[in-house]
């Protein structure tokens, strides 16, 4: 078998070779207890708007599109469909169940090794369903690729769909950054024990709690190869943050965004009350935001909000 193609590799057939389907009875069980445990969902229940900008970030953080490759061999030449493909952890499926749900019960799910879970959506009507939804929603150099999968369902279904413009506006005003932050936001809470000046310290370390809000990225898009910081520069603007850059272990560039000044974190408290995460993140959410109501309140100063503060962290 000869493969062409841009994404014809060998990430390809090692998915294949080892991922595993997950049984209907687990997704609707992690539904089920999603919904139980949370009503943070319900906004983008039934809501397209708000739906398709959580879509939109959730793909540009942890997910790909996939443009087919000729696969080729002495008998045929086959055109694969593309593919939307979503990837998180396992604990994350009650999330993917609740997308799965709102769009019709499309797509499949594979677990692969590692606990890494794919929503893989590869129906051309499954597709031409997400572009409606997402069109005119990217923020990222992914809206590129989203441009060539709009091409290439344009010839492959005789649609007429218009090319997607990038997203310039304004991050509070809807539902992206908490489907960006469900993919790769952090959110952070550190509790440091007051320690006197001793023979090992020369110095006294001061009892504080602190609180940080995270955002790492990739400095490059893989597909495209176009550099994400005109995007995190923006993003920083807003979270009055700056732009920072480190190595990973992968000896991959990284860009980064932490935002941890108590009177910078208001707005990001009234964003995410208003889109709530809904992943496996929306508990580290509310811990979070407990402790950010202590804060201001002066509670985390007290011998029980101390305590308080050391439960939420264990």
Known sequence: ????????NKEYFYYL???????DEDVSQSLSILKLNSNSYKIYENNSENF??????????????????LFKNSKSTRVFNPRIVFTSHINNLGLYAFIQSELGNIGRFQLTAGNTIRYVIGDLKGIQLLINLMHG????????????????????????????LLDNSDFRNNSWLTGF???????????????????DMKRARSEHVTLKY??????YDKPTSLSMLPFMEKLAIFLDCPVKTYVNKRQSEVLSLTVSAIGKLE????????YPVIGEKLNNYMKWRIVY??????????????????????
């Open 214 to 219: 995270r955002l790492d990225q990739r400095a």
């Open 52 to 69: 398709g900008y959580y879509l939109a970030g959730l793909l540009e953080g942890d997910g790909h599109i996939s443009i087919p490759a």
């Open 1 to 8: 078998t000869t493969i062409i193609g841009k994404y014809a």
């Open 293 to 314: 109501d202590m804060i201001m309140a002066k509670e985390h100063l007290t011998l029980e909000g101390k305590l308080k503060i050391k439960s939420l962290i264990a």
């Open 267 to 274: 707005p990001l408290v009234n964003y995410f009350d208003k």
């Open 137 to 164: 929603k990217f923020r990222t150099p992914k809206n590129q690729t989203f441009n060539n999968l709009i091409k290439i369902m344009n010839v492959k279904c005789s649609l007429n769909i218009p090319e997607s």
């Open 17 to 23: 070779a080892t991922a595993r389907a997950i049984t």
């Open 181 to 199: 932050t469900d993919s790769d936001g952090h959110f952070g809470i550190k509790y440091v024990e007051g320690k006197p000046k001793s023979e």
